[in-house]
């Protein structure tokens, strides 16, 4: 369904990449929906029904991405009520939901989830509409609690284990989820640390969410969804780059910062080994560059942060470990928040780089969030915020 054309939006230019999007979406005019729900387009047939204000929050955090959009012209003002016969083969709670956004007819997929709530809106004043709300899986793990021995010896295992559950294969055979990736974790069984025999994962009075979360930030894991693909990885492993932005090619504005509070020098993971009593330790020094300047890593020399971590078991988990709480750390060190012409190609869990700005507001920021808004006032922007572990001189 077609919004409002609202002409060439500003913040545009013609750099490499930001020229091909340009071609493909018709210079950015004439922004479109279309929203697909069970399989089925939603479709106008009494001529009456329009989408409008689609709000998409994605995220490679560990919240749910949520999506909502609101259908007009739906109520009858001579009989006072909601026309659902019209919308009730699509607005199904439970049914599987596909956003697709773009200009001019050219579209691509921007969220997959379910049909989470609906709402039947009307004030006096104002145009009556239902809001759709769709999340992903997260919403469905957020459910119930359990305590359980798991068949897995490592974490990745006892993820993948959780995912094969009946209710997130249905949500796959409906097509709200589109694939799952799971990736190993540093805690697999490389020939010694412990007995697979005698060892295995245990939830304790907690959800499946809550336990994936718990899993994800012990290994300084992401666990997230990208367009109904469902992966649990490393995090920022994803080495595909994002399109380049400036402010000739669709930055609209941002806010760029750099801070060294919580940095430290040097991490440190230690543990104990239980069977013999003797400290179990990683170090692992920050070497990354933090100003333009040498005055912020003088004010940093020598500081460092220990974090005790008794589910350490040996020096190679325990070197994962700081590692995982280095990167951690350093990611805390930029700050990305912009917001731009609207691309859908512009999603979570990816490098992104600003240039043209000048040093040290250039830069390449992993992308940690991302909304999409869509309404026939505003037109169509995307908003970003993502982190930096460096700054370039």
Do not use: W
Request: charged residues 25%.
């Amino acid at each position: 369904m077609a919004l409002l054309p609202l002409g060439i939006l500003p913040g545009l230019g013609g750099g490499p990449g930001f020229e091909t999007l340009k071609k493909k979406y018709n210079d950015f005019y004439f922004p479109q929906t279309l929203i697909e729900l069970g399989g089925k387009e939603l479709k106008d047939k009494s001529g009456q029904m329009a989408v409008n204000d689609v709000d998409i929050e994605l995220t490679s955090g560990y919240e749910a991405s949520v999506a909502t959009f609101r259908i007009y012209g739906v109520f009858r003002q001579e009989s006072g009520k909601f026309e659902y016969d019209e919308i009730k083969k699509y607005v199904v709670l439970g049914n599987a939901l596909t956003i697709k956004l773009g200009y001019a007819g050219t579209f691509e997929t921007v969220f997959t989830g379910f049909v989470a709530g609906v709402d039947f809106i009307f004030s006096t004043g104002n145009q009556p509409y239902v809001e759709v709300t769709g999340m992903d899986i997260k919403g469905v793990m957020m459910s119930g609690s359990y305590a359980e021995q798991l068949v897995a010896t490592s974490y990745g295992e006892a993820v993948r284990e959780i995912l094969r559950k009946t209710a997130y294969e249905r949500l796959q055979d409906s097509s709200a989820i589109t694939g799952v990736s799971v990736s190993d974790t540093p805690d697999k069984e490389t020939g010694g640390d412990r007995s697979a025999t005698s060892y295995t994962i245990e939830m304790s009075s907690e959800s499946d969410y809550e336990f994936v979360i718990k899993a994800a930030k012990k290994f300084n894991f992401e666990f997230f969804t990208d367009r109904g693909k469902v992966y649990f990885r490393k995090a920022k492993s994803n080495a595909e780059a994002l399109p380049t932005l400036s402010i000739k090619d669709g930055l609209i504005n941002f806010d760029i910062g750099y801070s060294i509070t919580g940095i430290a020098e040097t991490i440190e993971a230690r543990s104990v080994d239980a069977g013999t009593g003797k400290i179990i330790s990683s170090k692992l020094k920050f070497t990354n560059n933090l100003s333009v300047g040498s005055s912020a890593k003088k004010l940093i020399a020598k500081s460092r942060h220990v974090y005790i971590d008794p589910t350490v078991m040996s020096k190679q988990q325990a070197d994962a470990r700081a590692a995982s709480l280095l990167e951690t750390m350093s990611y805390r060190l930029g700050s990305l928040n912009c917001d731009c012409v609207g691309i859908p190609e512009l999603r979570p869990g990816c490098f992104l780089t600003i240039e043209g700005l000048g040093a040290p507001a250039d830069n390449k920021f992993y992308i940690t969030g991302v909304t999409h808004s869509i309404s026939a006032d505003a037109g169509y922007r995307t908003k970003l915020t993502g982190c930096a572990n460096e700054v370039r001189k």
